[in-house]
């Protein structure tokens, strides 16, 4: 069966999604990401989409989901490369995306997350010391 | 008036196959000259269709044809499923209407994405969803 390779790089899990989409290939992604942030103890999940040419609501769903199912796993997830035209249709369409953070690319994606995980640390070692 | 220049005719059976029509009406399109904003509103608006298709009816057929109306091309395409049809289009056609657990984004949406939008049902008999999108519409 088709899979899209999901790359472990230090606290972060890396996928390119560099082919067509379709929906039993989409649900395969969205579990094996969940199980792979279980794995790997990851803070964060980047998924670029910039070979991506189109989304529909049902990929839309997946993202949302992979966002979400990942926040209770306690990594964030960034999106990043979005062709302006499927951003386009993507708003069109009645889709807002809504609770996926998105970046322009990897780079400025990567620095979104790193600064995600140093915030996280910090409200961590407050809420410590409101206890105290 | 609305002429159609040329046909083609693709069976669908396994998501896989949305793949091909995607492909397909990408290279349609392009054909015409359709800008890239416009061809993927017409390719999502495609992929959301035959999901249903394959969802509700089990898969179907899909016609392409390039039509013409006055100086406007466009791309046609036409959804044939011989599924349960729909029970009651305008609720269908509502945002955030849904039978399934999807978002219910599906038909409405994809009435936003095309220029024209075209829907015929008979319950137990099937459905029948034609779109338009016009080159610069």
Not at chain 2, 15 to 20: G, S, V, W
């Amino acid at each position: 069966m088709d899979r899209i390779p999901i790359l472990k790089m230090g606290d972060f899990l890396l996928v390119t999604i560099q082919v067509d989409l379709y929906d039993q290939l989409a649900e395969t992604l969205e579990s094996d990401l969940v199980q792979m942030v279980k794995k790997y103890n990851s803070k964060g999940v980047l998924i670029d989409i910039s070979a991506v040419s189109i989304i529909d609501s049902f990929m839309g769903r997946i993202l949302g989901n992979i966002s979400m199912m990942s926040k209770i796993m306690d990594a964030e997830t960034v999106v990043v490369g979005m062709q302006p035209a499927v951003a386009i249709t993507l708003v069109e369409l009645g889709l807002p995306l809504k609770g996926i953070h998105c970046a322009l690319n990897v780079e400025r994606g990567m620095e979104l997350l790193r600064s995600k995980i140093t915030q996280d640390i910090q409200e961590d070692e407050e809420d410590d010391s409101y206890s105290e | 008036m609305i002429v159609t220049l040329s046909k083609d005719s693709i069976k669908i059976t396994r998501e896989q196959d949305t793949i091909f029509l995607r492909n397909r009406v990408k290279e349609w399109a392009t054909k015409i000259g359709m800008g890239l904003v416009n061809q993927t509103k017409l390719i999502t608006a495609a992929s959301e269709l035959v999901r249903n298709m394959l969802k509700y009816a089990g898969g179907g057929t899909v016609d392409i044809e390039i039509v013409s109306k006055g100086r406007e091309n466009g791309v046609k395409l036409i959804f044939s499923d011989k599924g349960p049809g729909i029970k009651d289009i305008n609720l269908a056609m509502r945002d955030g209407y849904t039978t399934g657990r999807s978002l219910g984004l599906g038909l409405p949406g994809t009435r936003r994405l095309v220029s024209e939008f075209e829907i015929q049902s008979v319950v137990d008999e099937g459905t029948t969803i034609s779109i338009i999108k016009w080159k610069n519409g």
